[in-house]
Antibody
């Protein structure tokens, strides 16, 4: 079974750093892009960025570039999303998802992690 | 960035009736090299991650009931649920993946 399993909920203070993870299994992790999506409380989905584990090619939404860092360790089939200095406005649910693109044709985000809740509060 | 606008924001439909959700993109998402619209629909139940229902605007993901259908091309798209079931109560999101960054609609809440 293809799945993405994310790390657990986090409660942090403003200014703290954080790295959350997304571990893939049941498919060739290196061969599919992994995207990160933010959902603020009661709001819609926001595409933050995407990484290709095979070569670490990374693309960011300009709205998030410089605010977060997306990385991957393909040896352990795990992608990461990290912050160096959290703000209260980073409070949200964060999802990772596999972006299926095969032989030059894209399909959409077909496998999703369960989500990681990040709460930033003093 | 491509802006995706869904309508309506919320919708109440009786069990067994048809539900229709619209999604409009600010520019075409038709990929000319393969004539596919890079538009997906997701269903999100409360407390759950989104689930892919439809890709290429009209192709159902494996396991998705055939009461769900997608249509449209270019900039205007529709998700239709032909006969609403209780388990279809959810928020529905459209998503264009024609460009990077991908962008989502604001979501449509579907209620009984």
């Amino acid at each position: 079974e293809m799945q993405l399993v994310q790390s657990g909920a986090e409660v942090k203070k403003p200014g703290e750093s954080l790295k959350i993870s997304c571990k893939g299994s049941g498919y060739s992790f290196s061969s599919y892009w992994i995207g990160w999506v933010r959902q603020m409380p009661g709001k819609g989905l926001e595409w933050m960025g995407i990484i290709y584990p095979g070569d670490s090619d990374t693309r960011y939404n300009a709205s998030f570039e410089g605010q977060v860092t997306i990385s991957v360790d393909k040896s352990i089939s795990t992608a990461y999303l990290q912050w160096s200095s959290l703000k209260a406005s980073d409070t949200a649910m964060y999802y990772c998802a596999r972006f299926k693109a095969v032989a030059g044709t894209a399909y959409g985000m077909d496998v999703w992690g369960q989500g990681t809740t990040v709460t930033v509060s003093s | 960035d491509i802006v995706m606008t869904q309508s309506p924001d919320s919708l109440a439909v009786s069990l067994g009736e048809r539900a229709t959700i619209n999604c409009k993109s600010s520019q075409s998402v038709l990929y000319s090299s393969n004539n596919k619209n890079y538009l997906a629909w997701y269903q999100q139940n409360p407390g759950q991650p989104p689930k892919l229902l439809i890709y290429w605007a009209s192709t159902r993901e494996s396991g998705v009931p055939d009461r769900f259908s997608g249509s449209g091309s270019g900039t205007d798209f529709t998700l239709t649920i032909s006969s609403l079931q209780a388990e279809d109560v959810a928020v529905y999101h459209c998503h264009q993946y024609y460009t990077t960054p991908g962008t989502f609609g604001q979501g449509t809440r579907l209620e009984i």
